[in-house]
């Protein structure tokens, strides 16, 4: 029971990370002016907010599509 809970548990960070790293990299190659910008002047709380908006969207268009 335990090692089909920790198990669990580790997939579903998996994905989150999974996620996380798919968002981010698309975010950069969908506009790499705009991240960096934001890096410089904003600090990374700008970019977290950035990416966080970026996986609402496709969540968002996601929903829409289904």
Known sequence: M????LTTVGAVIAV???V????TIWLVLADPVAVA???????V????EALAEA???A???VARWL
């Open 37 to 43: 910008n934001t890096i410089s002047s904003q600090g």
């Open 59 to 61: 969540l968002r268009q």
């Open 45 to 48: 709380q700008a970019f977290v």
């Open 16 to 18: 989150a990370a999974l």
């Open 55 to 57: 996986i609402g969207e």
């Open 2 to 5: 335990l090692v089909r809970t």
């Open 20 to 23: 996380l790293a798919i968002a």
